[in-house]
T-cell receptor
Framework: DGGITQSPKYLFRKEGQNVTLSCEQNLNHDAMYWYRQDPGQGLRLIYYSQIVNDFQKGDIAEGYSVSREKKESFPLTVTSAQKNPTAFYLC???????????????FGQGTRLTVV | AQTVTQSQPEMSVQEAETVTLSCTYDTSESDYYLFWYKQPPSRQMILVIRQEAYKQQNATENRFSVNFQKAAKSFSLKISDSQLGDAAMYFCAYISSRTGTYKYIFGTGTRLKVLA
């Protein structure tokens, strides 16, 4: 079955530690995204990548880093510089043709990160 | 910059009744896509319905339909014969069709409660 897999579902880390959230897709989608979801604030874009080895900052990139070495994978690192990292993180992907969106964004099941 | 506004943080509907969720957006583009996503308590984002701006006909998917008013930049979701399983957060989303635009923009969401 094609889809997007995020792991782990729950993650606990001590303050000051970096942590990496995994996102893998087998949909052959070009674009991948990371969103942060907090109560009452909807989905806020952290980073996105439209092609391998290229990515762009979203609206709240400070304290986060990403890589896109493979089309299927788009890991997100939450660094110690992120002041309030406890949140629900969603990864998504989408198919683009000729640089235009072809479909909706497909989402993983999310990772709940708690920093203590 | 494009924005998406959902002005109803929370709505309630009686089981088997009809409810309408509001969404307005701001854009200077003429071609774009609009979406409604459902996020149940599992937090998995599920596409409910999709509308292409160039299509005048309102999209429908079983009990879900939209009222797309392009001139008014309004995109409301109507849920008919509401069921307990419809209880969820609902997000309105937008993406431009312009080549090279990769960002989906989400509203802050409306929490729908279904009363038995």
């Amino acid at each position: 079955d094609g889809g997007i897999t995020q792991s782990p579902k729950y993650l606990f880390r001590k303050e000051g530690q970096n942590v990496t959230l995994s996102c893998e897709q087998n949909l052959n989608h070009d674009a991948m995204y990371w969103y942060r979801q907090d109560p009452g604030q909807g989905l806020r874009l952290i980073y996105y990548s439209q092609i391998v080895n290229d990515f762009q900052k979203g609206d709240i990139a400070e304290g986060y880093s990403v890589s896109r070495e493979k089309k299927e994978s788009f890991p997100l690192t939450v660094t110690s510089a992120q002041k309030n990292p406890t949140a629900f993180y969603l990864c998504a992907s989408s198919l683009f043709e000729g640089g235009q969106p072809n479909t909706e964004a497909f989402f993983g099941q999310g990772t709940r990160l708690t920093v203590v | 910059a494009q924005t998406v506004t959902q002005s109803q943080p929370e709505m309630s509907v009686q089981e088997a009744e009809t409810v309408t969720l509001s969404c307005t957006y701001d854009t200077s583009e003429s071609d774009y896509y609009l979406f409604w996503y459902k996020q149940p308590p599992s937090r998995q984002m599920i596409l409910v319905i999709r509308q292409e701006a160039y299509k005048q006909q309102n999209a429908t998917e079983n009990r879900f339909s939209v009222n797309f008013q392009k001139a008014a930049k309004s995109f409301s979701l109507k849920i008919s014969d509401s069921q307990l399983g419809d209880a969820a957060m609902y997000f309105c989303a937008y993406i431009s069709s312009r080549t090279g635009t990769y960002k989906y923009i989400f509203g802050t969401g409306t929490r729908l409660k279904v009363l038995a």
